[in-house]
Structures are given as structure tokens and as C-alpha cells.
């Protein structure tokens, strides 16, 4: 399944991070206001509120992280293109000014 995913594209990673986020912020906000408000938990109410809270949290920032690296890797794609479109290729035998500039008459 690991293999399966990291041969997709960028942005295809990037839903597939997005929807696993999503999944697990709904996990922790279930467990976070369902569980640890019910009347007598298994393992108490202390325990409900740091994994729910844990869970929320790290969704969270796996959210941004996922935008912040598909926004950089968009940028970065432009960078190297217009990086690309400025940089010229000549080659010196084809170009009439080295001609010029050695000095030397052809006869």
C-alpha cells in the first residue's frame, strides 16, 4: 500500500495526506467530545481528552504541512521553468559575433 501511494504524483499525495487528516480529525474530535464526556470511561476522562486533543492537533498540522510542501513544490516548479526560459543555449562555432571578436580575416 506505502509503495502504491509514493509512485503517485505530488498532488495525488497531497489528497491522499489531506483525506487521512481528515479522517483523523474526525477520529480525535469523536473521541475528544463523545467519549471523554460520557459518564464512566473504560481508562477515565484525562486519558479521552489528551489522545482526542493529540489527534486533533497533529491533523491539524499535517493539514498545513501537506499545503505548505504542495504550495513550495509549485513554486519551486516555477522557479526551475522561468530558471530554464532565461538560460539561453549558443553554441560558439554557430555564433557569428566569435567570429568578430577573434580578429582574424578569413581568406
Do not use: W
Not at 35 to 42: A, C, M, V
Not at 52 to 69: E, M, P, Q
Amino acid at each position: 500500500m506505502i509503495k502504491y501511494i509514493m509512485s503517485k504524483r505530488v498532488h495525488e499525495r497531497g489528497l491522499i495526506g489531506i483525506g487521512i487528516c481528515i479522517v483523523v480529525f474526525l477520529l480525535g474530535y469523536y473521541v475528544l467530545n463523545h467519549i471523554s464526556t460520557l459518564e464512566d470511561p473504560p481508562l477515565g476522562h484525562t486519558i479521552y481528552i489528551l489522545i482526542g486533543s493529540a489527534l486533533t492537533f497533529l491533523s491539524i498540522l499535517g493539514f498545513i504541512l501537506i499545503l505548505k510542501y504542495l504550495y513550495d513544490n509549485k513554486k519551486k516548479k516555477e522557479r526551475r521553468e522561468r530558471k530554464r526560459k532565461k538560460h539561453k543555449l549558443f553554441y560558439l562555432k554557430d555564433n557569428p559575433q566569435s567570429k568578430k571578436s577573434t580578429g582574424r580575416t578569413e581568406n
